[in-house]
């Protein structure tokens, strides 16, 4: 069973707006958070990441939310561009053992 | 450093071949994790060694799939036999030792069994 869920496969944004993905996970030990973004024929690289006393972590135009209650985080790039055309992953581990759950991923296009 | 290193990039193969992946982590990182990318299960953590021996290889789907890591520059993950339903990208990614490190990717070797 999935224990980190991205439910939306794709979704596009026009150039200069404000891209939201979305993650969900089940696990309440979860307490590490990573979003990765690859593009096609490579490997998955880290973007940005958050732990769970933190509901909040911005690195230029990516932003990651996090809503511990909800088990919900998300990741905001303002303003997108056409080089964050990707697929974006999140991540999740708890703080006993190294084992990160992934989600499915979230295919983005940005359109100029 | 040159990152992980995967090999082969592309592999095509008939049902029933043997099929063994390699990947060499980078210098000095204690963890090597294989994971296998489909599109309706995302990346799947398959088996992670620490300091090459192995920790968790809960998520290997069957015992046709088999890894082992003899020592810290190389592992190599062998299907035998292969199946149509193997056909995935698999990703190699190498990290250090504390347990909240990022993990660093291979570039991912796509195969396809016919």
């Known amino acids: 069973d999935q224990q980190v869920k991205q439910n939306s496969p794709s979704l596009s944004v026009q150039e200069g707006r404000i891209s939201i993905l979305n993650c969900d996970y089940t696990?309440?030990?979860?307490?590490?958070f990573l979003w990765y973004k690859k593009y096609p024929a490579e490997g998955p690289t880290f973007l940005i990441s958050?732990?769970?006393?933190?509901d909040k972590n911005e690195d230029g135009r990516f932003t990651v939310f996090l809503n511990k209650s909800a088990k919900h985080l998300s990741l905001h790039i303002v303003p997108s561009q056409p080089g964050d055309s990707a697929v974006y992953f999140c991540a999740a581990s708890a703080m006993i053992g190294n084992q990160f759950y992934f989600g499915t991923g979230t295919s983005l296009t940005v359109i100029p | 450093d040159a990152g992980v290193i995967q090999s082969p990039r592309h592999e095509v193969t008939e049902m029933g071949q043997e099929v063994t992946l390699r990947c060499k982590p980078i210098s000095g990182h204690d963890y090597l994790f294989w994971y296998r990318q489909t599109m309706m299960r995302g990346l799947e953590l398959l088996i992670y060694?620490?300091?090459?021996?192995?920790?968790?290889d809960s998520g290997m789907p069957e015992d046709r799939f088999s890894a082992k890591m003899p020592n810290a520059s190389f592992s190599t993950l062998k299907i035998q036999p292969s199946e149509p339903r193997d056909s995935a990208v698999y990703f190699c990614a190498s990290g250090l030792a504390s347990a909240q490190e990022t993990q660093y990717f291979g570039p991912g070797t796509r195969l396809l069994v016919l």
């Open positions: 060694f620490n300091n090459n021996v192995p920790i968790d």
């Open positions: 958050i732990s769970s006393i933190k």
């Open positions: 696990n309440s030990m979860f307490d590490y």
